[in-house]
């Protein structure tokens, strides 16, 4: 599924984006990185099958102006978590309802919006070991998010179908709980795993 597709991860400096960039390169997977340290994000974009944009919230509207006359007709996966400095603890989700929404109304329909990638702890990925967490991915499009469970699975992790991309709501404010959880537990990265034996959904 990813074989021959070239992955431009948008946000490629900063921790999230470095983490995951650097997991699929060790998986063998073709990578570029657009960051102000590199790339130009746009010029990344353009030579890109999949974009996977791991900025901050703050700065995701200017990077998706950035990016958008370059993705149309392909995947993008928007790993944004509507983070608001600094009561990052309490959920404040976007009037789009979710920062996924508001990243495919930027982009239009011309371009297939999946979310996911965001309860998984950077600094945990960003090492060798074995990250014991789950990435839901969102998404309208099966197939697509087919792509994103087969990225999350190069990076080590285990993927799975979350729905439309209207949930991505539900991940995103989890953010700020498990941000609750780490400081009131003493939690190094706390993440989510779905329990239960799941039997892979039939195509």
Not at 65 to 74: L, M, P
Not at 108 to 132: C, E, M, P, R, W
Not at 153 to 174: C, D, K, P, Q
């Amino acid at each position: 599924m990813l074989e021959g597709k070239t992955i431009a991860v948008i946000g490629g400096s900063g921790k999230l984006g470095g983490a995951l960039a650097g997991r699929w390169q060790k998986a063998g997977l073709n990578v570029i990185i657009g960051s102000r340290a590199g790339m130009p994000n746009a010029a990344a974009a353009a030579l890109a099958d999949i974009v996977v944009v791991t900025v901050p919230f703050a700065a995701q509207a200017a990077t998706i102006a950035d990016i958008a006359s370059q993705v149309a007709g392909k995947i993008v996966i928007d790993t944004t978590v509507p983070l608001v400095p600094p009561k990052v603890m309490r959920v404040q989700l976007p009037p789009e309802g979710s920062a996924a929404m508001a990243a495919k109304a930027l982009l239009g329909d011309g371009v297939t919006v999946i979310s996911g990638f965001h309860n998984v702890a950077a600094h945990k990925l960003a090492t060798d070991q074995y990250v014991d967490c789950d990435v839901l991915v969102f998404g309208d499009d099966k197939v697509a998010r087919g792509i994103g469970i087969a990225l999350a699975e190069a990076a080590g992790l285990r993927g799975l179908h979350g729905g439309a991309l209207i949930n991505s709501a539900a991940a995103e404010a989890l953010t700020s709980v498990l941000i609750f959880l780490n400081k009131t537990y003493k939690v190094d990265g706390a993440g989510i795993k779905i329990t239960g034996t799941l039997i892979d959904p039939v195509d």
